[in-house]
C-alpha cells in the first residue's frame, strides 16, 4: 500500500520525492527535506526501507508552487477524535500496529497528520515503541494520548485505551462544538452591529452633515454628538484597523504566556453569566481527563501534572499542583480541593467518595457528564436570553442614530409650517 510521507521545509534544505520498499516488499513513495540525496538514503535505510529512486522535487518552483491555505497545517481535536476512533476499531480487528498506521496515514484528511502519523509508522517498524514514536511529535499528539498509550503498552490493553481516547476526544469535541453553537449567533449579531454604526458614521452621517450646515440655524444635540463621533471616526477607524491587525497577529503567541494566563484566566471566571459557563468546562475537561487517564492505568502523580495543564485555566492547574503535593505526602486526593473555590463541595464530595469505595475513575466521569449536561443547559438559557437583547440593543442603536439624523429636518419642517 502506498503512503505518502512530507516532512516540514527547513531552511537550506531540499525537497526530494522518492520510492522505497518495506520489508514487506510493498512500494513506499514520498518525500523528504535534506541536504542531498546521500541524507535521504541514508534516512531511509536507517527506517529499514529500500530506496528505489530518489530525485529532486519539482514542487514549489514556478506555476507548480503548492498553495498552503491559514490553518491547513494544523492538527484539530476533531481529527484526533476521527484517528482514535479508527485506530481503536482496526487495532481491536487485530489488524498490526503497522497496517493500522498506514491506513490512517492515507485516509485522514489532515494533511499534517497524514505526514505525521507516516513518520510515526516509519518508526515503529524499526522496532520502537508506538508511545515513544508519539512522543517525538508533541507538537500533534498531546501529553495524555501519549501517556494513556504508554499505559496501555505496558499493560497489554492498547485496543481499550485507544476507545477511552477516542470517547474523550469525542466528548471534549462535542462540548466545544455545543458552546461554539451556542456563541455565534451572538457574535455575528455583535460584529453587525459593529460594521453598521461604523459604517453610518463614515458614509451617512456626512451626507447629512453637508445638508445641515447648507440650512444653517442650530443643530439638536443629539445630532452635533452625532456629528461629532462620525468626524471622529475618521481618525479612529484607521487606528482601529491598524489595532486589530496587530492584537489578530500577536494575540495568539501572548494568551499562552504565563503572566498573560496568570491574569486573565481568573478575571474569566469571574465573568457575569460567562464566569459560571467558564467554570464548568473547565471542571468537566479536568474530571473527564482524570478519569480517563486513571482507567488506562496512568500513575495519578503523572496524570494530575498533565490533567492540571490542559485544563484549560491556570486556576485548576494550580488545584492541580496541591493535589499532587497532598497525594505526595500520602494524603487524600480530594482533601485539598476544598481549599479552591473552582470546586464546588459536590465534586469534593463526590471525589473523597470514590476514594474510599475504589471508584475513583467511575465517579470522575459521572461528575464530567454532570458539567456536560449543565454546560449543554447554560449555553442554552444563554442564547434564549442573548437572542433577543442583542436584536434590542442593535435596534436602539440604529434607531437612535436615526432620528437624531432627522431631528434637524423635523424641525426645519415645523418652521415652514
Known sequence: MATMTKAPARTGHTTFEYQARD??????????EAGDSGAVLARLKSQGLAPVSVTESK???GMQMEISLPGGNRVGLKDLALMSRQFATMVSSGLSLIKALAILAEQTESKKLAATLAEVRA????????STALARHVGVFPPLMINMIRAGEVGGFLDQVLVQLAENFEAEVKLKAKVKSAMTYPVVVFIIAILAVVGMLLFIVPVFTKMFSDLGGTLPLPTEILVWLS??????????LVAFIVWAATWPKLKHREGVRNVLDPLKLKLPIFGVLTQKIALSRFTRNLGTMLRSGVPILQSLEIVGGAAGNVVIQRAA??????????QSLAGPLAQHRIFPSMVVQMMSV?????ALDAMLHKISDFYDQEVEATTDALTSLIEPLMIAVLGGIIGSMIIALYMPIFGVFNLIN
Open 231 to 240: 468626524s471622529a471616526m475618521k481618525i479612529a477607524a484607521p487606528v482601529g
Open 59 to 61: 514542487a514549489g518552483k
Open 354 to 358: 470514590g476514594e474510599d469505595t475504589g
Open 23 to 32: 520489508r514487506a516488499g510493498k512500494l513506499i513513495k514520498g518525500s523528504l
Open 321 to 330: 499542583t496541591d493535589v499532587m503535593e497532598s497525594v505526595r505526602s500520602g
Open 123 to 130: 518508526e515503529v517498524e524499526t522496532g520502537i515503541a508506538l
